[in-house]
């Protein structure tokens, strides 16, 4: 399950955990956030102790929305030790979204990654199935 948190709680859910976290903002009206939702939990499912992936509703939220100059929705910002080291916006659709967190994963998750390149996790970001050795 992704958690949402709000500007009350994203200081403690994002910004003061050791934890890597992926921050999806995005708003109810949003056709294109709907659709990437399901692929964020199973990112969350998978990935749940190496990355912890929240919910941002811009709408309710516009202080962390201009904090974080948002140009549009969904885009979704990687935080590592509570510094912002990645953005990902601008991406059409799943496949888009796919690649662009697997990249991701991959890049910024380098223990996990070691165990995906060395098949020893499964993933469904890339729609195949590693097998484990």
């Known amino acids: 399950m992704v958690l949402s948190v709000n500007e009350q709680t994203f200081k403690q859910e994002v910004l003061e955990t050791s934890k890597t976290v992926l921050v999806d903002f995005w708003a109810p009206w949003c056709g294109l956030c709907r659709l990437i939702h399901p692929l964020l939990q199973e990112l969350q499912m998978e990935w749940s102790e190496q990355v912890k992936v929240v919910r941002v509703n811009a709408d309710n939220n516009l202080k962390l929305a201009t904090t974080y100059k948002l140009k549009?929705?969904?885009?979704?910002?990687?935080?590592?030790?509570?510094?912002l080291v990645r953005r990902l916006e601008g991406f059409n659709g799943r496949d888009d979204l796919r690649a662009a967190l697997k990249k991701?994963?991959?890049?910024?998750?380098p223990k996990s990654a070691d165990l995906l390149n060395k098949g020893m996790v499964t993933t469904s970001l890339d729609n195949t199935t590693q097998k484990a050795a």
Request: aromatic residues 6%; negative net charge.
């Open 104 to 109: 991701l994963v991959v890049t910024s998750v």
């Open 72 to 83: 549009s929705l969904p885009t979704l910002l990687l935080f590592e030790n509570g510094q």
